[in-house]
């Protein structure tokens, strides 16, 4: 089925807001999960449905541990929402990968655990497929609109999440760049893409590299002057990546050529009649169409 393109963008750190949306407007999102990280900030930008949440709320007043990852995507997927851009801060395992790049993820590493990483459990159990957690035509159109906007874009990237709020060790650093092939890290991500398959959104993330971890030679410890130095010239690029993607997206949403808004199909595995309504209840908007 088709229908209207809703685009949510999350933004991560040094990104507040979206610029130029017609009829804006900061509406408080609803989700039986609990409290988004934020109001959200609803519009339409050349014609296409917008909607952006800030992860770490206005301010930044939430850590990665406490973002409350379930309640953001099931509140953008209540308002609508078929497409989410992530965007977010992340160090560098790649010299080639330099602060200020761009990186269009399209895999992860999982390294949280001290997050709640999915919809499912007692009372309805459900396994969706990750394999491949980014949505490829979503996250062209991100490499295209960020190129437009002025970035040096890296095509495809592994992204370790790991749960901070710390910064890595320089012997984890070595690790996750040698051993385990990691292209960026970051503390935001997931659960966050595993929860938007959960949801049946198309997910893209887009890595904004500030530095180069702890593991390169000539640049020594992460240094958080640095970062947010960086962090304001990337999110000029990131709104102007932002700004372009409605176009490229157009108004009218046909179905996901990737699957993304099909991913519970035979997901749910509790037989009907095993079901609890009151978990049901609040997997209305999250899994409504299979449920």
Same mark, same amino acid.
């Given at each position: 089925?088709? &229908?209207?393109?809703?685009?949510?963008?999350?933004?991560?750190?040094?990104?507040?807001?979206?610029?130029?949306?017609? &009829?804006?407007?900061?509406?408080? !999102?609803? %989700?039986? /999960?609990?409290?988004? @990280?934020?109001?959200? #900030?609803?519009?339409?930008?050349?014609?296409?449905?917008?909607?952006?949440?800030?992860?770490?709320?206005?301010?930044?007043?939430?850590?990665?541990?406490?973002? *409350?990852?379930?309640?953001?995507?099931?509140? #953008?997927?209540?308002?609508?929402?078929?497409?989410?851009? %992530?965007? @977010?801060?992340?160090?560098?395992?790649?010299? $080639?990968? =330099?602060?200020?790049?761009?990186?269009?993820? +399209?895999?992860?590493?999982?390294?949280?655990?001290?997050?709640?990483? @999915?919809?499912? !459990? =007692?009372?309805?159990?459900?396994?969706?497929?990750?394999?491949?957690?980014?949505?490829?035509?979503?996250?062209?159109?991100?490499? $295209?609109?960020?190129?437009?906007?002025?970035?040096?874009?890296?095509?495809?990237?592994?992204?370790?999440?790991?749960? !901070?709020?710390?910064?890595?060790?320089?012997?984890? @650093?070595?690790?996750?760049?040698?051993? /385990?092939?990691? +292209?960026?890290? &970051?503390?935001? *991500?997931?659960?966050?893409?595993? #929860?938007?398959?959960?949801?049946?959104?198309?997910?893209? %993330?887009?890595?904004?590299?500030?530095?180069?971890?702890? /593991?390169?030679?000539?640049?020594?410890?992460?240094?958080?002057? $640095?970062?947010?130095?960086?962090?304001?010239?990337?999110?000029?690029?990131?709104?102007?990546?932002?700004?372009?993607?409605?176009?490229?997206?157009?108004?009218?949403? =046909?179905?996901?050529?990737?699957?993304? +808004?099909?991913? #519970?199909?035979?997901?749910?595995?509790?037989?009907?009649?095993?079901? +609890?309504? =009151?978990?049901?209840?609040?997997?209305?908007?999250?899994?409504?169409?299979?449920?």
């Amino acid at each position: 089925m088709s &229908g209207e393109t809703m685009i949510g963008v999350i933004g991560g750190s040094g990104l507040y807001e979206i610029d130029g949306m017609e &009829g804006a407007e900061w509406v408080q !999102g609803y %989700s039986p /999960w609990g409290l988004p @990280s934020d109001a959200i #900030l609803t519009g339409r930008l050349d014609g296409v449905a917008m909607a952006f949440l800030p992860r770490h709320g206005r301010g930044h007043v939430l850590a990665p541990s406490d973002i *409350n990852y379930r309640a953001n995507i099931d509140a #953008l997927k209540r308002l609508g929402v078929t497409d989410v851009i %992530s965007v @977010s801060a992340c160090g560098s395992f790649r010299e $080639e990968m =330099a602060p200020g790049d761009f990186v269009i993820v +399209d895999q992860f590493i999982d390294r949280t655990f001290a997050r709640d990483k @999915s919809f499912f !459990g =007692a009372g309805c159990v459900a396994h969706v497929s990750v394999a491949h957690p980014t949505c490829p035509r979503l996250g062209a159109a991100c490499a $295209e609109a960020a190129g437009v906007a002025g970035a040096r874009v890296h095509d495809g990237g592994t992204y370790l999440a790991m749960e !901070g709020p710390q910064f890595s060790t320089l012997a984890e @650093s070595r690790i996750y760049r040698e051993q /385990w092939g990691a +292209d960026v890290i &970051g503390m935001t *991500n997931m659960p966050e893409a595993k #929860l938007a398959r959960e949801a049946e959104l198309c997910y893209a %993330s887009v890595a904004m590299v500030t530095d180069y971890d702890s /593991w390169h030679p000539q640049h020594g410890e992460v240094d958080v002057a $640095e970062i947010i130095a960086t962090l304001m010239g990337n999110a000029d690029k990131g709104r102007g990546m932002i700004a372009r993607l409605p176009r490229l997206l157009g108004a009218e949403r =046909a179905p996901c050529p990737h699957g993304c +808004d099909r991913a #519970l199909e035979n997901a749910i595995l509790t037989a009907p009649d095993k079901r +609890d309504p =009151a978990v049901l209840a609040r997997l209305d908007a999250v899994a409504g169409r299979v449920l």
